[in-house]
């Protein structure tokens, strides 16, 4: 009998290797959650931002300090993507190029910012605010609209509790105070699960008692999120108690914890006064 020769097919050649889909994190940013490097920014010849180098990591919460003008809503502005370097590194966990996103792309990447001023939806009730703040797709649709579920509910009693309005949930927010608006504004960045909260100037006007417990919530807040916090009121920052950079003409001056970066003779010159 004839063989019917059966034809083997040939050994698959082993397929070459594809290129890894993202360039390796390099280890000087590994495991930060902002890296920037050698950022300068300019205004009509003016070095707002000089060669600056900051480095946040995951899980960290940092305080910002500087005299008027330092540099600091400007580093804020890099980061959000408000204002472009005109040179410089600021990466997002590792490998995001940030200078490469603009500033809704960044917040949806989940940088959230406060600024100084309160901004809360006065004819809402606090928890309202709260529900029109969660993400997903109730953004836009008014609150009288909108059916919350169960996580949602959820959700926003732990936010309640967080910024510690649960007994004021169903009081319009005008009339919380400025300090209560402030801690609104905060839950309202919460329910949008930022990986990053900048907080500037929170305690500006508010009452001694209203700035300690701000401090107290921002540690909470701390436990399960990174936070940058720019303020001018010492006392605050020495509650947070964090580590501290104190920015000047743009640039870092002195790093470390509160007590090192006010012994620090270039700090107490330039921004004590003394
Ligand atoms: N858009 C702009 N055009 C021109 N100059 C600017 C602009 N933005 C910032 N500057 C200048 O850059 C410098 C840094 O300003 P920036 O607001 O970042 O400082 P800051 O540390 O936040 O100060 P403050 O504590 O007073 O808020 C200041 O001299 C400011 O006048």
């Given at each position: 009998?004839?063989e019917i020769?059966?034809k083997i097919?040939?050994?698959p050649?082993?397929?070459?290797?594809a290129?890894?889909?993202?360039?390796?994190?390099p280890?000087a940013?590994?495991?930060?959650?902002?890296?920037l490097?050698g950022?300068?920014?300019?205004f009509?010849?003016f070095?707002?931002i000089?060669e600056l180098?900051f480095?946040l990591?995951k899980g960290?919460?940092?305080?910002i300090i500087?005299?008027?003008g330092?540099?600091?809503?400007?580093?804020?502005?890099?980061?959000?993507g408000k204002t472009?370097?005109?040179k410089?590194d600021?990466?997002f966990?590792?490998?995001?190029?940030?200078?490469?996103?603009d500033?809704p792309?960044?917040?949806?990447?989940?940088?959230g910012?406060?600024f100084q001023?309160p901004t809360?939806?006065?004819?809402?009730?606090?928890?309202?605010?709260?529900?029109l703040?969660?993400?997903?797709?109730?953004r836009?649709?008014?609150a009288l609209?909108y059916?919350s579920?169960?996580p949602d509910?959820?959700?926003?009693?732990?936010?309640?509790?967080?910024i510690?309005?649960?007994?004021?949930?169903?009081?319009?927010?005008?009339?919380?105070?400025?300090?209560?608006?402030?801690?609104?504004?905060?839950?309202?960045l919460?329910?949008q699960?930022p990986?990053l909260?900048?907080?500037?100037?929170?305690?500006?006007?508010m009452t001694?008692?209203e700035?300690?417990?701000?401090?107290r919530?921002?540690?909470d807040?701390?436990?399960d999120?990174?936070?940058?916090?720019?303020?001018?009121?010492?006392?605050?920052?020495?509650?947070?108690g964090?580590k501290?950079?104190?920015?000047h003409?743009?640039?870092?001056?002195?790093e470390?914890?509160?007590?090192h970066v006010s012994a620090?003779?270039?700090?107490i010159?330039?921004y004590?006064?003394?």
């Amino acid at each position: 009998m004839t063989e019917i020769p059966v034809k083997i097919p040939a050994e698959p050649k082993s397929a070459p290797k594809a290129p890894p889909k993202h360039a390796p994190v390099p280890s000087a940013r590994k495991d930060t959650l902002l890296y920037l490097d050698g950022v300068s920014r300019s205004f009509d010849g003016f070095k707002a931002i000089n060669e600056l180098s900051f480095v946040l990591m995951k899980g960290e919460m940092r305080a910002i300090i500087g005299p008027n003008g330092a540099g600091k809503t400007t580093m804020m502005d890099i980061i959000t993507g408000k204002t472009r370097p005109d040179k410089g590194d600021v990466f997002f966990m590792g490998d995001v190029d940030l200078t490469k996103h603009d500033e809704p792309t960044i917040a949806q990447m989940g940088i959230g910012r406060k600024f100084q001023k309160p901004t809360v939806f006065e004819t809402q009730t606090v928890a309202d605010n709260l529900l029109l703040s969660l993400k997903g797709e109730r953004r836009g649709i008014p609150a009288l609209f909108y059916r919350s579920n169960k996580p949602d509910r959820q959700r926003i009693d732990e936010i309640l509790e967080v910024i510690r309005l649960e007994r004021r949930r169903n009081e319009l927010a005008a009339f919380l105070s400025h300090g209560q608006k402030q801690w609104l504004e905060i839950g309202m960045l919460l329910a949008q699960d930022p990986k990053l909260l900048l907080v500037d100037e929170p305690v500006a006007g508010m009452t001694d008692a209203e700035t300690e417990e701000t401090a107290r919530l921002l540690r909470d807040i701390a436990v399960d999120h990174s936070v940058v916090v720019v303020e001018h009121d010492m006392g605050f920052v020495r509650d947070l108690g964090v580590k501290v950079t104190c920015l000047h003409e743009g640039h870092v001056l002195s790093e470390g914890s509160l007590d090192h970066v006010s012994a620090d003779p270039q700090v107490i010159e330039v921004y004590l006064g003394r």
